[in-house]
């Protein structure tokens, strides 16, 4: 069940060979900090996807990312910039992705890095994160918890750099370099950009993208699971919403307060703001497993319950979305946070 408010690789074509990817102005200095520290990741045309969604499915697959997530061409950039400008510690709050990015970037460019997780966040990825070489401290209940830490741990850290996870200009235009791709590589211009949303850096990535791309006119399709809403309630509310907790399973979503930014987006760009079941979001998941060979976590899964859940239809039905759809564009978040067993986990919880 959802609401809307409105303002394997066998069936997959591989599209055109990425381009070179640009350079962000870094300055001199060793050779990760003279390019971006992600990857162009691969569009595919998805066909069981499209027999389900009625058009053509092209899906950005950003969980190939070294850091398994759209995440790392944000907080690189972030990163990098900051390091330029004197910084000698990474400090960063995330529940998984955000953290990830961070312990890799960190990582390649030499630097030290604590990660404030909160209790939510599975043993794999903490221990994932010390694998990175990433120093993890564990407080709070929901990142916003984890996060007061960060930031009071960076008061007492010399030369720290603060790394929000989703609530900084560089990070957007990080984030943007998912469109730039995309639209060098896909056929013409789709019909609709499908996106999970958790705190917004994404969502205001893509769109500064898709202004940069001549994509305006081209709807966003905003999702997001029930009990970590916060966008869709800040959407009908006006304003920005507070969450009082994070009760999805989808954690990687679970901002309580999305960024101010990201509402303003909904101003300036055609977004519809989705809201369906963890059912949806662990269903997308086992579907794709299915269709992709791709094991993603439930954030991404939210997103993949717009064609496995027929949510796409069902807003061309209510007029939300033109009829005659050609192709959507669906960005793959990513995956860290995500292992068999705890899929399988979420399919029996769900009752599916």
């Known amino acids: 069940m959802w609401h809307a408010q ?23 200095g060793a050779d990760a900090m003279n390019k971006p520290l992600h990857i162009c990741s691969p569009l595919l045309e998805s066909l069981p996807m499209a027999k389900r969604a009625g058009c053509k499915v092209f899906v950005k697959c950003d969980n190939t990312q070294p850091s398994s997530s759209f995440k790392i061409r944000g907080i690189g950039h972030r ?6 400008k004197g910084g000698k510690h990474i400090i960063c709050s995330s529940g998984g992705n955000a953290g990830f990015a961070t312990a890799y970037a960190a990582r390649q460019l030499g630097m030290p890095a604590t990660i404030v997780i909160p209790e939510s966040t599975p043993t794999f990825v903490a221990d994932g994160l010390r694998n990175e070489g990433a120093n993890v401290i564990v407080r709070g209940k929901v990142w916003d918890n984890a996060n007061e830490y960060a930031l009071k741990l960076a008061e007492e850290t010399d030369g720290s750099i603060v790394i929000h996870p989703f609530d900084h200009p560089d990070v957007w235009e990080g984030h943007s370099s998912v469109i730039a791709e995309c639209e060098r590589e896909i056929p013409s211009k789709p019909d609709a950009v499908i996106i999970c949303i958790g705190g917004g850096g994404l969502l205001c990535g893509v769109v500064q993208g898709m202004q940069k791309a001549g994509w305006q006119d081209v709807p966003i399709i905003a999702m997001e699971t029930r009990g970590a809403d916060s966008y869709n309630q800040a959407v009908m509310a006006g304003e920005l919403v507070t969450l009082p907790d994070i009760t999805s399973k989808a954690k990687c979503l679970g901002a309580l307060t999305v960024c101010r930014r990201s509402l303003e987006c909904y101003k300036e760009h055609p977004i519809i703001s989705v809201v369906v079941d963890d059912r949806d979001a662990v269903n997308g998941c086992l579907k794709f497993l299915d269709d992709q060979r791709m094991l993603v976590e439930l954030a991404c899964g939210a997103a993949l319950s717009c064609i496995y859940s027929n949510v796409l239809t069902d807003l061309q039905d209510s007029g939300k979305l033109r009829k005659d759809l050609q192709s959507v564009l669906l960005i793959v978040c990513g995956g860290s946070s995500i292992s068999l067993d705890r899929l399988l986990e979420y399919k029996s919880s769900v009752g599916l």
């Open 6 to 28: 409105c303002h394997g690789f066998g069936h997959t074509v591989p599209m055109i060979n990425c381009y070179s990817l640009p350079v962000w102005d870094v300055g001199d």
């Open 79 to 84: 990163i990098q910039k900051a390091i330029q």
